[in-house]
């Protein structure tokens, strides 16, 4: 089966290293044309308000992040931009193991899966696969 590669991906996780070792891993898989990275949740936020900025088809999401965390800016993005925003779909990955911040994503329904950092060639292709649904 032949997979439709994503637009674009968000990857937003405060450190660069993950950043960079998590794109490096999305690029390797040719699955995504455009892969943008942030450091900073209000960042990312601020590139979603921006006039014609490209949609985005996943986003990757750090739960612990300095000034603002995952949670903190997927709720921002929810009462910004309400239904625009549901076509995204949000993947925590993380390296918290807290049951409470399981439990808390699996309120947000524009969070589609719960994993443990780092992103694996095999994990962003079943993610591909799951979205190509």
Not at 20 to 38: D, E, P, Q, S, Y
């Amino acid at each position: 089966m032949s997979l439709k590669p994503l637009e674009t991906v968000l990857l937003v996780d405060d450190s660069t290293l993950d950043n960079k070792l998590h794109a490096r891993v999305i690029n390797r898989t040719g699955l995504a044309k455009t892969v943008l990275t942030f450091s900073m949740a209000e960042d990312a936020l601020a590139y979603l308000r921006e006039p014609g900025a490209i949609p985005v088809d996943l986003i990757l999401l750090d739960i612990n992040m300095p000034r603002m965390d995952g949670f903190e800016m997927l709720e921002a993005t929810v009462r910004e931009f309400g239904d625009a925003f549901d076509p995204s779909v949000v993947v925590m990955l993380t390296t918290s193991l807290d049951p409470r911040d399981q439990e808390r994503a699996r309120s947000f329904s524009a969070i589609k899966d719960y994993f443990q950092k780092p992103l694996t060639t095999d994990r962003f292709t079943e993610l591909v696969e799951a979205l190509n649904g």
